[in-house]
């Protein structure tokens, strides 16, 4: 038991005077990272040593002070990352936040609501369910569908299969076979083990040559394994593929699943946004009749880490999944016109996550980030070009939203280059970029072959930048 007194005011504060004064100089230390960022390199490395060394310190009894600690952080800490915002950060699928939902990330933060059940957080709630219904209209998804805002599409997806199951009697989840993209996220197999299936019950359809899992792919292994005694269950299919931007054959894939009895679920984390423009809506057909949808706002729709969602057709089936009502809870317990998010999803505690998109949609419209996705989209299709220009790239898969996957080929190589060798040379290539701190290039492998990708969701992202990424890939491939 603790034997000192409370402090009569409670524990030592700044004034107010302090607290405007040290917020300035957050706000003031920020401006100066945004305005200098595309003039800086994309990052800088260290080593774990190096690392211990200059942060591994003993736990402070008494404070240093904002302007200490700021400096550290400076100069030991924000230097030393990848930035996934610098316009020429075009590894991976990153996120570039624009400036309203930084804004209304410090919201969340200094106003610190607890957004899991009405009763605390009314305003917050309402907000969150106002997000959702955006979502589904842009998406055409029947406004009576539900869902959740979670902390990214490895939650969301863990969480539509967490409902899905929910149909399966105890003794059928042993024989349920759940049917993947073979291109699928990693998070789609975590999903699965942390579920309890069994590997064999995970089954991968093969894509065809366009990259794309068909619906008849899925009905022959569907038909398969009915045959062989077991049970088809789910199959995840992918809007915007991590490897390739690719999106499946969502409508004929949607008549399967309805054929088979099979739960859809679409991993549309990075796709999802392409809704906003004709030709992605076009793409994205048969999304619509998902039985779930996993969406990442801070991929393609310029929002801060961390922002997921997960939409649920019949929304009754999210809050039969995880509602309870121990009795600690009972003072919190919904009206039937109330919503509690805590029963909606994994989380009891919860920030405030719709505000920054509630807040950045509000601000700039839904224009701006229609233009995002057009700009976007033009990009990929310049660096594609300049890529043909430069005579020694090729293409190892159709551009897609706003990604391009190529590999380095020396001219005149074809025959006389190993399939090993190209691989090598195109890692080496890879490394080579972002060791110059000049851009940021990630791999990964297609048909077997290493591929260097573009994936481009920066708004500020210029045509000028993916000239100079491809300028520099040519000056380097030179050098290997």
């Known amino acids: 038991m603790l034997d000192h007194a409370p402090f009569a005011d409670g524990l030592p504060h700044p004034s107010p005077d302090e607290i405007h004064k040290h917020a300035a100089q957050i706000v003031n230390w920020l401006l ?18 190096q690392m211990q060394a200059w942060l591994g310190q003993p736990l402070p009894e008494e404070g240093q002070g904002l302007d200490a600690v700021l400096k550290t952080f400076g100069e030991l800490v924000a230097p030393f990352a990848f930035r996934p915002n610098h316009p020429r950060f075009i590894a991976f699928i990153p996120s570039a936040p624009s400036y309203y939902s930084i804004l209304g990330d410090w919201l969340c933060a200094g106003i610190n609501l607890f957004a899991g059940v009405w009763l605390e957080a009314a305003g917050a709630t309402q907000v969150e369910l106002v997000v959702l219904d955006w979502f589904k209209e842009l998406l055409g998804y029947p406004p009576g569908a539900s869902g ?9 997806n863990l969480t539509a299969l967490l409902v899905a199951r929910e149909s ?3 003794a059928d989840r042993g ?18 083990r942390t579920i309890g299936l069994h590997p064999d019950q995970v089954r991968p359809i093969p894509a065809g040559t366009d ?72 793409l994205l057909h048969g999304l619509e009749r998902a039985d779930s949808i996993t969406l990442d706002p801070h991929k393609w729709f310029a929002q801060t880490f961390e922002a997921g969602c997960v939409l649920v057709r019949d929304g009754q089936r999210l809050r039969d999944t995880f509602a309870h009502s121990p009795e600690y809870m009972q003072d919190v317990r919904p ?46 299709e310049h660096g594609e070009r300049l890529l043909q220009q430069a005579e020694c790239f090729e293409r190892l898969s159709p551009r897609a939203l706003s990604m391009v996957c190529f590999r380095y080929r020396p001219k005149g190589s074809r025959g006389d280059t190993t399939e090993e060798e190209l691989d090598r040379l195109n890692l080496a290539l890879c490394a080579a970029v972002r060791d110059s701190g000049k851009a940021f290039l ?26 100079e990424i491809v300028e520099l890939l040519v000056s380097l491939k030179e050098k290997l």
């Open 32 to 49: 100066a990272d945004f305005t200098a960022l595309p003039q800086r390199p994309v990052g800088t490395m260290a080593s774990p040593a």
């Open 148 to 156: 959740i805002l979670t902390g990214g599409g490895s939650e969301a």
């Open 168 to 170: 399966l009697s105890f």
């Open 175 to 192: 024989r349920a076979i759940l049917y993947v993209n073979q291109h699928r996220h990693w998070s789609v197999d975590r999903a699965a």
């Open 211 to 282: 990259f794309r899992v068909h619906g008849s792919a899925l009905a022959e292994a569907s038909t398969r394994d009915t045959d062989a005694g077991k049970l088809p269950w789910a199959m995840v299919a992918t809007a915007g593929a991590t490897s390739t931007g690719i999106v499946d054959d969502l409508a004929s894939i949607a008549d399967v699943c309805r054929q088979h009895g099979l739960w859809f679920h679409v991993d549309a984390a990075y796709g999802w946004s392409a809704s906003l423009v004709p030709a992605g809506k076009a």
């Open 335 to 380: 009206a039937d016109d109330e919503v509690n998010f805590a029963d909606l999803g994994l989380a009891l505690s919860r920030r405030f996550r719709a505000l920054k998109i509630w807040f950045s949609i509000k601000v700039l419209g839904i224009g701006w980030f229609r233009a995002l996705i057009q700009h976007t989209c033009a990009l990929a």
């Open 442 to 467: 990630s791999s990964t492998r297609l048909n077997e072959h290493v591929a260097l990708r573009f994936c481009f969701v920066n708004w500020r992202t210029t045509p000028r930048d993916v000239e």
